[in-house]
């Protein structure tokens, strides 16, 4: 079973609208950390933001929102106020066995945002 | 500049030939890992090393493999190329100690087989 799932295949979204990219994730591990990076045509990969599975409160960080959703195992990434820099693909990724373990990556999700 | 430092940026080689790719992790960081991204693929992860001694293994082909030196940078080669093999790759390190603390990732390499 894979471990991160992100099935939309392609989203779109106006300049300044809000956008929400899914992921869903299997783990029978108590302890665990959820992660998106953007990754621009230019390649390099950019963390932005990070949840715990023991953190009570949704993370932010800035523009980017992660509604975590422990019983139904999804941590969704909310971008607010959609910026053209935007338009990247955005990776889902999930720690899990402790601190200086492996991440395991969903197969990515293309935003393109419309001006 | 992320502090991962992956050398060469770009390399174009010839079907079955031997290449080696070198990552020079943040100061500081353990751990070292290897990924692989494939056209349209997510991040595939090949191996981990931590502080000079294998830590974990993905899925790495046998003609592949890897190493970390005592000044923590870490090779990874690749022998017998095929076609296939051409993808990016990157290197990320992490420090630890808590699992907030994220990975750091180099800029890849970018490896094409002809």
């Known amino acids: 079973a894979q471990k991160i799932t992100q099935t939309q295949p392609g989203m779109f979204v106006q300049e300044k609208e809000a956008v929400t990219l899914d992921c869903t994730y299997d783990t029978s591990d108590p302890s665990y950390g959820l992660f998106w990076y953007k990754q621009p045509s230019s390649g390099e990969m950019i963390f932005l933001i990070y949840q715990g599975s023991y953190d009570q409160q949704n993370a932010t960080e800035g523009r980017y929102s992660l509604n975590f959703q422990k019983a139904r195992k999804s941590a969704n990434l909310v971008i607010s106020a959609s910026q053209l820099g935007d338009s990247a693909m955005y990776f889902c990724?999930?720690?899990?066995?402790?601190?200086?373990?492996?991440?395991?990556f969903g197969k990515g999700i293309t935003l393109s945002v419309r001006p | 500049d992320s502090g991962v430092t992956q050398t060469p940026k770009h390399l174009i080689t010839a079907t079955g030939q031997r290449v080696t790719l070198r990552c020079s992790p943040r100061s500081g960081d353990l751990s070292v890992y290897w990924y692989q991204q494939s056209l349209d693929q997510g991040l595939q992860f090949l191996i981990q090393?931590?502080?000079?001694?294998?830590?974990a293994k993905g899925n790495i082909l046998e003609r592949f493999s890897a190493q970390q030196f005592p000044d923590l940078h870490s090779e990874l080669n690749l022998s017998s190329l095929e076609l296939g093999d051409s993808a990016l790759y990157f290197c990320?390190?992490?420090?630890?100690?808590?699992?907030?603390?994220?990975?750091?990732f180099g800029s890849g390499t970018r490896l094409t087989v002809v």
């Open positions: 990724a999930m720690r899990e066995g402790g601190a200086n373990s492996k991440l395991t």
């Open positions: 990320a390190s992490s420090s630890g100690p808590t699992m907030r603390d994220g990975y750091t």
């Open positions: 090393y931590y502080n000079g001694e294998e830590r």
